[in-house]
């Protein structure tokens, strides 16, 4: 069974930025690919970046394209969320999960899920 726990949430100015981490129970290789996902106060859960196990591939929202990164810390045994240039609608409790199918843009192919970190970006 895979677990996840995410770490590295917190208040932040808009511009600034913040480091998410997932940390891994179990050998990341064992998953299709990671996903980072959030969902803000009356909203749905939306996913905003995700990174293939077998190569790296990275993939990103729209909204975030440009300005969040994802990566894997193998030392760690990581996957973390660079998030810079924040802005007040990236407010939200942010996730990550694991999919072992191809459909990894369907939120429901994803069969594990950490607890969420608080994001908040605010004056």
């Known amino acids: 069974q895979v677990q996840l726990v995410e770490s590295g949430g917190g208040l932040v100015q808009p511009g600034g930025s913040l480091r998410l981490s997932c940390a891994m129970s179990?050998?990341?290789?064992?998953?299709?690919?990671i996903g980072w996902f959030r969902q803000a106060p009356g909203k749905e859960r939306e996913g905003v970046a995700y990174?293939?196990?077998?190569?790296?591939?990275?993939y990103y929202a729209e909204s975030v394209k440009g300005r969040f990164t994802v990566g894997r810390d193998n030392a760690k045994n990581t996957v973390f969320l660079q998030m810079d240039s924040l802005k007040p609608e990236d407010t939200g409790v942010y996730y990550c999960?694991?999919?072992?199918?191809?459909?990894?843009?369907?939120?429901?192919?994803?069969?594990?899920w950490g607890q969420g970190t608080q994001v908040t970006v605010s004056s």
């Open positions: 999960a694991v999919t072992y199918e191809s459909d990894f843009y369907n939120i429901l192919s994803y069969a594990t």
């Open positions: 990174r293939s196990a077998s190569d790296g591939s990275t």
């Open positions: 179990t050998h990341i290789l064992d998953y299709y690919v």
